[in-house]
Each structure stands twice: as structure tokens, then as C-alpha cells.
């Protein structure tokens, strides 16, 4: 298998195990955040459980209308977080303690109903309002009691929860972190492979150069050859030449004489004819 194929099966597995990490991660993160709403809900719904339960023991020393008025005031507040929670808390056992704490909180307010009630149409303090606010009262702390158990035991799953959701954030990130060192070596330990081959390819580029270049001095040799073996040619083809001059001049001069000697022949043997007459 070829170093560049090697590199990029490396490069897609860090790529698709990337985007999972990061899904993982950021389904995690979510879920501690959701946690964390669902833990910020449930604290106030103990506050104010406890807070309530304050009122109702001032009102019941005093009285007052304005212990009544926060009372109310506590128990809407209380309604509007349950409300809340109810849209977060979406596990089985979550939703059972909501179902027993949201009991639970209508029972104190129809208490507190009650209690507000006879304090008001009663004009005096007779045993018959004692024993009622005795019997209301314990109701209201019997519920306010179990309320508040179930708040905190709702607390408690949903610091589980948190606890649990950390400690796989902790691990999803611990076999990013490996997953990615693993990748770097790998990835390391081949491009000293592909600085390597590099090299020796570079090596042998510097060797072909080498003998590119014997080649051209060679082939500058031969051109040079060549030079001077056209330039041996055309002095010889020169003095050819001139030979050539020189035998067609020697040619005339040989046929005019053999021409001239032709004629002084023919002279001479009429001269012979006329004489011998």
C-alpha cells in the first residue's frame, strides 16, 4: 500500500473519529447543562418549600396579612417551578418524586387554604380553632416534610446525574486526546517515512542531473566535432574546387596547343603538296 493511499485512510478515520468525539462531547455537554437547569429548579423549589414553611409558622404566631400574602406568593412561585421542572424532568423515577412532591404541594396549599380560612371567620381563639389549627398544622408539616424529601431526593438523583454525565465527558475526551496523540504518532512516523523516500528521490534526481548534464557536455563535444569535421569539409571542398580551376585551365591550355599543332600539321603538308608540284 502507497504512503499517500496510508495517509488518507489515516486522514478520513481522524476525520469521522473527530466528528463523533465531537457529537459525543457536545450530546454530553448538553445534558450537563440540562442537568444543571433541572439541579437550579429543584434548589429553588427547596428554597422556597422552606421559605413557605417560614411564612406559614410567622402567620400562625401573629397572623399577619403579609405573612398570608408571601405565603401565597411562595406557593404560585412554587406552582411555576413545578410547572418547569415538569418539562425538564423526564425520567421515569424523576417524574414519579414530581408527581409525589406536585401531591404533596396541593396538599399544604389546600392546608394553608383551610387555616387562612378559619383564622379569619373566627373571632376568637376557642378550643374548637386550637384543635383545627393543631390538626392542620401537623398536615402541613407532615407534607411540607415529605415535600422536602422528595426535593432533596430529587436533587440527589439529578447530582447523580451530573456526576455521571462528567465522569463519560471525562472519558469521551480522555480517548480524544489518545485518539488524537495515536494519529500524531502515526502521522509522525510516516512523514519520516515520506521525508525519506523524499530524500532518496531527491538523491536520484541529483544523479539523473549528473548524468544530464556528462550528457550535454558530451553532446557539446560532439557538436564541436561536428564543427570542425564541416569545416575540414568545406576547406577541402574549397581546394577541390580550386583543383578543379586549375585542371579545367590546364585543359584549355592542352587543347589549344593539340588544336594549334592540328592546324600547323595541316599547313605543313599543303605546303608539301605545294612544293612537291
Not at 417560614?54 to 398570608?68: A, I, K, T, V, W
Not at 592542352?254 to 600539321?265: A, F, N, Q, S
Amino acid at each position: 500500500m502507497k504512503i499517500q493511499r496510508k495517509v488518507i485512510i489515516v486522514f478520513v478515520i481522524s476525520l469521522v473519529a473527530s466528528i463523533l468525539a465531537g457529537v459525543f462531547i457536545f450530546f454530553t455537554v448538553t445534558q450537563t447543562q440540562e442537568n444543571i437547569s433541572k439541579l437550579k429548579i429543584i434548589s429553588e423549589v427547596r428554597t422556597e418549600i422552606s421559605n413557605r414553611a417560614n411564612l406559614l409558622d410567622e402567620y400562625l404566631l401573629y397572623q399577619g396579612e403579609r405573612s398570608q400574602t408571601q405565603w401565597v406568593l411562595a406557593s404560585q412561585r412554587i406552582d411555576g417551578l413545578l410547572e418547569e421542572a415538569k418539562k425538564i424532568l423526564n425520567r421515569s423515577d424523576e417524574s414519579a418524586l414530581l408527581v409525589l412532591v406536585q401531591e404533596n404541594n396541593n396538599v399544604i396549599k389546600q392546608v394553608g387554604t383551610e387555616l387562612f380560612t378559619s383564622f379569619s371567620t373566627q373571632s376568637d381563639t376557642t378550643v374548637f380553632s386550637r384543635e383545627l389549627e393543631t390538626r392542620l398544622v401537623a398536615r402541613s408539616l407532615i407534607s411540607n416534610s415529605e415535600m422536602a424529601k422528595d426535593a432533596s431526593q430529587l436533587g440527589t438523583i439529578v447530582g447523580e446525574e451530573i456526576s455521571v454525565t462528567q465522569q463519560r465527558l471525562g472519558i469521551g475526551v480522555g480517548l480524544l486526546v489518545a485518539l488524537l496523540f495515536i494519529i500524531v504518532l502515526i502521522n509522525l512516523t510516516w512523514i519520516r517515512v515520506i521525508i525519506k523516500k523524499l530524500e532518496e528521490s531527491r538523491k536520484m534526481i541529483d544523479a539523473a542531473n549528473q548524468q544530464l548534464r556528462a550528457s550535454e557536455q558530451q553532446l557539446k563535444a560532439g557538436n564541436q566535432q561536428l564543427r570542425a569535421a564541416n569545416q575540414q569539409l568545406i576547406a577541402s571542398e574549397k581546394q577541390l574546387q580550386d583543383k578543379n580551376l586549375e585542371l579545367e585551365r590546364f585543359n584549355k591550355i592542352t587543347v589549344g596547343r593539340e588544336l594549334k599543332m592540328i592546324e600547323l600539321k595541316e599547313e605543313i603538308k599543303t605546303l608539301k603538296k605545294e612544293h612537291g608540284k
